[in-house]
């Protein structure tokens, strides 16, 4: 995803925001921070409690998961697993249209 983020991928007018969640000690991606900084994830981080807190506030099914917030900050789509970039783009791009 980065490598589209870098191309330009983001339309105008949305911020992208991402949550560590589920951080497990036995996976590749831990931990998270050195991970993401790896990939060179230019994206801001927030990070979830041990308990999953916002993970659960949000409905994480699967990862990768995909919350979609309006300007209101009204949650208009949740979507789990992968998505296509360019559709991701354009769902965006009419979402911050508005």
Same mark, same amino acid.
């Given at each position: 995803?980065?490598?589209?983020?870098?191309?330009?991928? $983001?339309?105008?007018?949305?911020?992208?925001?991402?949550?560590?969640?589920?951080?497990?000690?036995?996976?590749?991606?831990?931990?998270?921070?050195?991970?993401?900084?790896?990939?060179?994830?230019? @994206?801001?981080?927030?990070?979830?409690?041990?308990?999953?807190?916002?993970?659960?506030?949000?409905?994480?099914?699967?990862?990768?998961?995909?919350?979609? @917030?309006?300007?209101?900050?009204? @949650?208009?789509?949740?979507?789990?697993?992968? $998505?296509?970039?360019?559709? =991701?783009?354009?769902? =965006?791009?009419?979402?911050?249209?508005?």
């Amino acid at each position: 995803m980065q490598p589209w983020i870098d191309g330009g991928g $983001v339309p105008a007018g949305v911020e992208l925001v991402s949550v560590s969640t589920a951080a497990n000690a036995s996976r590749d991606n831990y931990p998270p921070d050195e991970w993401l900084e790896r990939e060179g994830w230019s @994206v801001p981080v927030l990070v979830d409690d041990e308990t999953g807190t916002v993970a659960d506030a949000f409905g994480l099914s699967s990862f990768p998961f995909w919350v979609l @917030v309006d300007g209101e900050g009204t @949650v208009v789509a949740q979507v789990g697993g992968m $998505v296509n970039l360019d559709a =991701l783009g354009q769902t =965006l791009g009419a979402l911050a249209a508005g």
